[in-house]
């Protein structure tokens, strides 16, 4: 079963911009979506964003406008660009596949 990785988070100030990536250990060209998705502390997880396989993406309205996402076939990672950052993106940041496991995430932390 492919596993996924995330990584990429850390501590920025507002406004400023991290990358995420989503690294498989084996192919992901078999995902047809793959999402990114979050949760703050003491609220659920959210859905955050999505890209598919043919290069396509959706992104949730909170982030639209300041994030991106893109997915690398070759590489078997999908990336997370967030721009403008806000103190209410803070939380721990994950990517799934319709077929894989949870993953530990990586802990985004907006504040000055």
């Known amino acids: 079963q492919v596993q996924l990785v995330e990584s990429g988070g850390g501590l920025v100030q507002p406004g400023g911009s991290l990358r995420l990536s989503c690294a498989a250990s084996g192919s992901i060209f078999s995902f047809v979506v793959m999402d990114w998705y979050r949760q703050a502390p003491g609220k659920e997880r959210e859905w955050v964003a999505q890209s598919t396989r043919v290069g396509g993406w959706r992104l949730a309205d909170a982030v639209r406008g300041r994030f991106t996402v893109s997915r690398d076939n070759a590489k078997n990672t999908v990336y997370l660009q967030m721009n403008s950052l806000k103190p209410e993106d803070t939380g721990v940041y994950y990517c799934?596949?319709?077929?894989?496991?949870w993953g530990q995430g990586t802990q985004v932390t907006v504040s000055s």
């Open positions: 799934k596949a319709p077929t894989t496991e």
